[in-house]
């Protein structure tokens, strides 16, 4: 019976923490970034992406907005060039609980003990969002943000997904050095 119980408070715990995006960012730290004040997405690159043309478009604008609230503009001789990269990848999740009393080894009833175990098999899409920032003029990456997280099929809740993997990547743009 306590299994049972506890069996929603593990879901809402494992639903909580499946919605937060990790997210880690690198450079080149010989870059003065408060000289970039423009960009342009990189049409080659951006291209290449193979999600649907509805996500890549979310993906695009919620940069856009993003980068406008950081000063920054769009333009035909920008000063960064805005790539994207994503790759997913299913993760299978097996969760075995004892139901009643004793332990049991092994799956299903046991005769020597009350009780059981039971397994739930759930799975999931994690998504890798990468946003490169390169220089236009020299042709070098100077700034990468990564953000890990899962993904959604809900039509409903695509956008605020991808606006929390955008905006929780560009907020370590620019360097905390250079933010001062």
């Known amino acids: 019976m306590k299994a049972i119980k506890l069996l929603p408070v593990f879901l809402l715990l494992a639903f909580a923490s499946c919605s937060s995006v990790k997210v880690y960012s690198d450079y080149d730290n010989k870059v003065d970034f408060n000289q970039y004040k423009t960009y342009a997405f990189h049409k080659k690159g951006i291209d290449k992406i193979e999600i649907s043309e509805l996500d890549k478009k979310r993906i695009l604008y919620a940069i856009d907005a993003e980068l406008s ?46 009780g059981g175990r039971s397994s739930t098999i759930s799975s999931s899409t994690e998504g890798t969002l990468y946003i490169d920032l390169i220089d236009a003029k020299k042709k070098e990456l ?35 050095e250079m933010k001062k």
Do not use: A, C, H
């Not at 920054?72 to 075995?96: G, W």
């Not at 943000?145 to 990547?169: A, D, P, Q, S």
């Open 69 to 114: 609230k950081k000063g920054m503009t769009k333009s035909e001789n920008p000063d960064l060039l805005i790539n994207v990269f994503t790759k997913e990848r299913e993760k299978i999740d097996v969760n075995q609980y004892s139901s009643g009393f004793g332990y049991g080894w092994g799956y299903g009833w046991n005769p020597y003990l009350w």
């Open 142 to 176: 100077v700034w990468q943000g990564e953000g890990i997280g899962y993904l959604t099929n809900n039509r409903n809740e695509k956008e605020k997904v991808i606006n929390e993997f955008v905006t929780k990547i560009l907020e370590q743009f620019p360097p905390s």
